[in-house]
């Protein structure tokens, strides 16, 4: 540990004027000094460029981006400081490893499109390289925290049950529907008014008597026709990205069936985001099934409990080594040039 302390005395750390600072990335003129110096660990660099792009990825507004950028600094520092204590510990990571972690992104995030994964560097500003040199601080920062994990079964049941009643507020369930639908979808240049016609007729059907499910799996174009249009699972709000059917379908009561309505389609784009195609379609839904809103029950919770616990703890124990590696450090604070 004298080595490692020894080393850390002669890193340089330039952590003041942040926000001064900042204020070059928003300044009226939209001129950005992205080479500009934010911090610096011993020979590796922070510029206030990096910054902003690794803000600009969360979509933070100027205000949120001015009041974080201190967090994503000191963020940034600490694990360059893991990864040179990583270094003096004679510990290295194989490039094979590396490789190995790299592939296992490729296609998890970008689903091995090469292209996707191109057009996400270009919108991060960085290299393959730098790609991977990031791969490789993360993984040596999570190593250098893991050491003090705490293991759940090192927590009592007394324990769970004080975190239980003091955060009850985490443990809310929302109100859950599950689904049934019918949808008619536009054949070539067929006119909305054409298919709200034929939806009326089929409202017309169920309201004498007809089965929802029956009429789901002989009429209409829904994914889930098979199914008798069955969404298969009970969701809450948050997990419904139609407003339209959103609005609709949680306004209703279990075994309730909905008026025809209009549902702008969605899409996904080939960054991953979600959005409106300029398409239109006709749904008719039925809530099959309703749960109220309510505090899950503490045996339902206890595993889930116990493992946040243990990640307080540990991120507890992991401020305070960071702290002591900050500490040991040599901090000399350069205010930005006016």
């Given at each position: 540990m004298?080595?490692?302390?020894?080393?850390f005395?002669h890193?340089?750390?330039?952590?003041?004027?942040f926000i001064?600072g900042y204020?070059l990335?928003s300044?009226d003129?939209?001129?950005?000094e992205?080479?500009?110096i934010?911090?610096?660990?011993n020979n590796?660099?922070?510029?206030?460029g990096?910054?902003?792009?690794a803000?600009?990825q969360l979509?933070?507004?100027?205000s949120e981006?001015r009041?974080?950028a201190?967090d994503f600094?000191?963020?940034k520092v600490?694990r360059?400081?893991?990864?040179?204590a990583f270094?003096q510990?004679?510990?290295?990571?194989?490039?094979?490893?590396i490789e190995?972690?790299?592939?296992k992104?490729m296609?998890n995030?970008?689903n091995?499109?090469?292209r996707?994964?191109?057009d996400h560097l270009?919108?991060?500003?960085?290299t393959?390289?730098?790609y991977?040199?990031?791969?490789?601080?993360e993984?040596?920062?999570?190593?250098m925290?893991?050491?003090?994990?705490?293991?759940?079964?090192d927590i009592?049941p007394?324990?769970?049950?004080e975190?239980y009643?003091?955060?009850?507020?985490m443990?809310?369930k929302?109100?859950?529907i599950r689904i049934r639908?019918?949808?008619?979808?536009?054949?070539?240049d067929?006119?909305?008014?054409?298919l709200?016609?034929q939806?009326?007729?089929i409202s017309?059907q169920?309201?004498?008597g007809?089965?929802f499910?029956e009429?789901?799996?002989t009429v209409?174009q829904?994914?889930?026709?098979e199914?008798?249009?069955?969404?298969?699972?009970m969701?809450s709000e948050?997990e419904?990205?139609s407003?339209e059917?959103?609005?609709?379908?949680?306004?209703l009561?279990?075994g309730e069936?909905?008026?025809?309505?209009?549902v702008?389609?969605?899409?996904r784009?080939?960054?991953?985001?979600v959005a409106?195609?300029?398409?239109?379609a006709?749904y008719?839904?039925?809530?099959?099934?309703r749960e109220s809103?309510?505090?899950?029950?503490?045996?339902?919770?206890?595993s889930e409990?116990?493992?946040m616990?243990?990640?307080?703890l540990?991120a507890?124990?992991q401020?305070r080594?960071?702290s002591?590696?900050?500490?040991?450090?040599y901090?000399?604070?350069?205010?930005?040039e006016k």
């Amino acid at each position: 540990m004298g080595k490692i302390n020894s080393f850390f005395k002669h890193l340089v750390l330039i952590v003041g004027g942040f926000i001064s600072g900042y204020q070059l990335l928003s300044a009226d003129d939209n001129l950005i000094e992205i080479n500009r110096i934010a911090a610096k660990v011993n020979n590796q660099i922070v510029t206030w460029g990096e910054i902003k792009r690794a803000m600009e990825q969360l979509n933070f507004t100027e205000s949120e981006m001015r009041e974080r950028a201190p967090d994503f600094i000191n963020g940034k520092v600490d694990r360059l400081l893991a990864s040179y204590a990583f270094d003096q510990k004679g510990m290295f990571i194989p490039d094979s490893f590396i490789e190995q972690e790299f592939n296992k992104r490729m296609i998890n995030e970008f689903n091995a499109d090469r292209r996707l994964f191109r057009d996400h560097l270009r919108s991060l500003g960085k290299t393959e390289k730098e790609y991977r040199d990031d791969i490789r601080e993360e993984i040596e920062y999570q190593h250098m925290l893991s050491s003090s994990r705490r293991l759940k079964e090192d927590i009592s049941p007394a324990k769970v049950e004080e975190f239980y009643k003091k955060n009850s507020y985490m443990f809310k369930k929302n109100a859950k529907i599950r689904i049934r639908e019918i949808v008619l979808k536009p054949i070539a240049d067929e006119p909305i008014t054409v298919l709200m016609q034929q939806a009326a007729k089929i409202s017309n059907q169920l309201k004498d008597g007809e089965k929802f499910q029956e009429l789901a799996k002989t009429v209409g174009q829904s994914t889930y026709r098979e199914n008798g249009g069955d969404w298969g699972v009970m969701i809450s709000e948050q997990e419904v990205r139609s407003e339209e059917i959103k609005k609709i379908a949680f306004s209703l009561k279990e075994g309730e069936i909905s008026e025809p309505f209009l549902v702008d389609l969605l899409e996904r784009k080939r960054d991953g985001s979600v959005a409106k195609s300029g398409k239109k379609a006709v749904y008719i839904v039925q809530v099959s099934e309703r749960e109220s809103p309510g505090i899950k029950s503490l045996e339902s919770l206890r595993s889930e409990i116990e493992e946040m616990i243990a990640r307080e703890l540990e991120a507890d124990s992991q401020r305070r080594w960071l702290s002591r590696v900050k500490n040991d450090a040599y901090v000399r604070l350069i205010l930005p040039e006016k």
